[in-house]
């Protein structure tokens, strides 16, 4: 009996070493050492989002670590994901920010830089291929600190991967232009020659666009300026929007509202969209989300005559570059297993199933994929639209809001809704902005230096 | 008057005031406190501060009386009282007419009064979030109702919610469909409990109806009237969240009542202390409003020896 017990206890022993060892290996398994912990992730309840929820159901079942979703309507998200992040101990674990709002939270010290992650053999997966990401995307959404604090540069530091990321395309009715003998404009002459000629013999709206008062109209503005080759501030920071080039885009702008479909002034953009999905507009220059909205049945009229081209060329090539990113805030509880989760997303096989699940991608192999190309002829447009993407389209600064949409949004809605010249608007515009700028102190050095 | 009647009225102590009445007023004015005068006082104390929205308040700048300042220079705000101004005259004035006349005309037993009632009142007890959903979609420029019906007259779609005059006409419409309801059940209240033998004496004098209507009717019930006023007013400068749904303030600040200015200020622009020092400008003008009313005809005046 005794003896038998010896036995077993050595038995156990060697169960128990053999055990110890397994779990000395236990990197085998990077995710092992966070299964049963749960993860909050604040995102926007946009469509992108909604598909990815499968794909955080898989993440689950792979990793065992457990995924809790907060989807908010994304106006909604901000104020909240600032609050909870503010606090010593916040509920997020991974946060998605519309790429606007990356200066106001890394500026208020709310996001974990992911260098600590990255550097951290254990978690990163050597074939995550950071490199495959649209470098616009990852740029514009992720890079925090660059030149201006906004745009790539040396004093950048990551602080997120793009994740429901895009940049804008035109899409256009393929049978109006057929009709009418028209190419799809590469350039900005053309387009508002066709716009005209759209308006003139067709009677219907030309090209659709946004155009509420506030960050709806300014965002419709800014879509322009780049490519005609305006800029919100020179590198010292005065503001420029009162420049040739500026003007031109609000005249392009005013033309646009006045051979576009009925009621731009009113037109946030799901008004806008509808507009173009409905058959009412002949042109659309916005995010690629077009084409997956063109498809849907439920929104769409137009499914199957919507073709897809470049955003036109001003006087360079330049398209927006917008979406969300996500990242860690810096009072989160779970930052490792948080940034497996981001990992996962964004992986090469992540992001080709958010293909499959109905999401859009952010990565060059999934764009090129040749079986995603014969699916989704947008594909090849944004893989050629995206280097041309400007991280510089918007200032993304804290007095960005504000100028945003108390100074531009106002300006230009008398530019849309009126018939007033277009300079002396832009200048007084100009004018509030450099006051805004004074107040926050931009011109400190430059008076120093004086 | 309290002498003249039989009801017995308590006399005061001999030797001074009683405490019980204040007792009494105690869990009301806790509640005041707590839930009116606490937060009115944050931000007045916030109207001094340049504060950001997710950084410690222990950071934030004191500016001093640089809000306000700032306030009195500012052509929007400035611009912004008077689209409230004026949205308030317009709705007030035709909310009162329609609705008083409406409460005249339903006051009697007719058939189906009830009926008509009932369906008076539906607007009043839709929510402003569905209100300004509900128009937004009538005014739409290109699918709404509004332009379909006009097409059929033969008038060029509009573009209601995007051209200052109409997005402006949109929402004192819009305010008079919610709000004349409210009117109408107010007065209608106050002319069914008129006492019945004022107005048979006046028939019998030989007043006619309109002489009912203006000599004994609405005077007797000037002081329902003079709240029902004093309340409308006082939602007009609450009134946001329709045309924050509607129009968002817009074209341009066309339609931003001060509420909606108040809003778009602190949350669109953050500038949540410059909003604040705004919001003790709304007080103010509320208060000096409801105050000038109250002097000019105080409805409890009457009563005041109760």
């Not at chain 1, 293909?355 to 991608?361: A, F, I, T």
């Not at chain 2, 200052?164 to 209240?189: C, K, M, R, S, Y």
């Not at chain 2, 004994?216 to 409308?232: E, G, N, T």
Request: proline share 6%.
């Amino acid at each position: 009996m005794k003896q038998w017990f010896g036995k077993a206890t050595v038995l156990g022993t060697a169960t128990a070493v053999a055990l110890s060892a397994l779990a000395g290996s236990a990197f085998a398994n990077p995710y092992e050492k966070y299964k049963g912990t749960t993860i909050v992730v604040s995102w926007p309840a946009l469509s992108h989002f909604k598909a990815a929820e499968t794909l955080v159901e898989e993440f689950t079942e792979e990793t065992g670590i457990e995924v809790e979703i907060d989807a908010l309507q994304y106006l909604k998200l901000r104020d909240r994901q600032i609050l909870e992040m503010s606090k010593d101990e916040g509920e997020y674990d991974i946060v998605s920010w519309v790429v606007m709002w990356k200066g106001e939270y890394v500026s208020k010290g709310l996001l974990t830089p992911l260098s600590q992650f990255f550097t951290n053999g254990a978690l990163v997966d050597p074939e995550y291929d950071i490199n495959d990401i649209a470098d616009a995307y990852l740029q514009n959404g992720g890079v925090v600190g660059g030149t201006k604090g906004y745009m790539p540069g040396k004093s950048g530091a990551l602080y997120g991967v793009p994740f429901g990321a895009e940049t804008s395309i035109l899409a256009y009715r393929k049978d109006v232009f057929e009709e009418l003998g028209l190419e799809p404009p590469e350039t900005y002459d053309e387009l508002i020659a066709a716009a005209q000629m759209i308006k003139d013999k067709k009677g219907m709206g030309a090209l659709t666009s946004r155009g509420k008062t506030g960050h709806q109209v300014t965002a419709a503005w800014l879509l322009h300026l780049a490519p005609l080759g305006g800029k919100i501030f020179d590198d010292q920071w005065n503001p420029v929007i009162n420049s040739p080039e500026a003007v031109k885009a609000a005249e392009v702008l005013r033309t646009i509202s006045n051979t576009g479909p009925t009621g731009i002034p009113s037109y946030g953009f799901s008004e806008m969209s509808a507009a173009f999905l409905q058959g009412d507009a002949a042109m659309y220059i916005d995010s690629l989300k077009i084409a997956a909205m063109s498809r849907n049945p439920k929104l769409s009229k137009v499914d199957g005559k919507v073709g897809f081209a470049l955003h036109p060329v001003g006087s360079r090539c330049g398209s927006e570059t917008g979406g969300f990113a996500m990242g860690i805030p810096a009072n989160s509880l779970n930052k490792e297993a948080a940034f497996l989760f981001a990992q996962y997303m964004t992986s090469k096989a992540g992001d080709k199933r958010m293909v499959e699940l109905g999401g859009d991608p952010v990565r060059i192999s999934t764009l090129n994929n040749p079986e995603f190309v014969k699916q989704f002829p947008e594909y090849p447009v944004v893989a050629e639209q995206l280097p041309c993407a400007d991280p510089d389209w918007r200032p993304l600064i804290p007095e960005w809001n504000e100028l945003n949409i108390d100074v531009l949004g106002q300006a230009l809605t008398k530019v849309i809704t009126t018939d007033d010249p277009i300079q002396p608007i832009m200048d007084e515009a100009n004018e509030k902005a450099r006051a805004i700028m004074e107040r926050e102190g931009y011109y400190a050095w430059a008076k120093y230096r004086q | 008057m309290a002498e003249e009647t039989d009801i017995a009225v308590p006399k005061p102590r001999p030797g001074g005031r009683t405490l019980t009445p204040y007792f009494f007023v105690l869990p009301a004015a806790i509640v005041m406190i707590a839930g009116l005068m606490y937060p009115v006082a944050d931000a007045f104390y916030l109207s001094f501060f340049d504060w950001k929205i997710g950084t410690k308040f222990a950071k934030a700048d004191n500016v001093g009386f640089d809000n306000y300042i700032r306030l009195l220079s500012d052509p929007d705000v400035r611009e912004s009282i008077w689209v409230t101004f004026r949205f308030g005259f317009w709705t007030i004035l035709i909310e009162m007419v329609i609705g008083v006349s409406l409460a005249l005309l339903l006051e009697k037993p007719i058939r189906g009064a009830s009926i008509f009632r009932t369906i008076f009142i539906l607007p009043l007890m839709v929510s402003p979030v569905v209100v300004g959903l509900i128009w937004r979609y009538l005014f739409d420029a290109r699918v709404g109702w509004i332009n379909y019906y006009l097409g059929f007259i033969g008038i060029e779609p509009q573009v209601w919610l995007g051209d200052a005059e109409l997005a402006f006409f949109a929402i004192v419409f819009t305010d008079i469909w919610q709000w004349t309801p409210f009117i109408f059940i107010i007065v209608i209240a106050g002319l069914q409990a008129l006492p019945s033998e004022v107005l048979e004496a006046s028939r019998i004098d030989g007043a006619n109806w309109w002489q009912q209507i203006f000599l004994v009717k609405l005077p007797m019930i000037r002081s329902i009237l003079l709240i029902a006023l004093l309340m409308r007013l006082i939602d007009v400068f609450r009134a946001m969240e329709v045309m924050y749904i509607l129009t968002g303030g817009g074209p341009g600040r066309a339609t931003e009542l001060l509420s909606l200015h108040i809003y778009n200020r602190a949350f669109d622009a953050q500038l949540l202390g410059y909003a604040s020092a705004i919001s003790v400008l709304l007080i103010l003008i509320v208060f000096i409003l409801s105050l000038g009313i109250l002097v000019v005809g105080n409805p409890m005046k009457d009563k005041s020896d109760i």
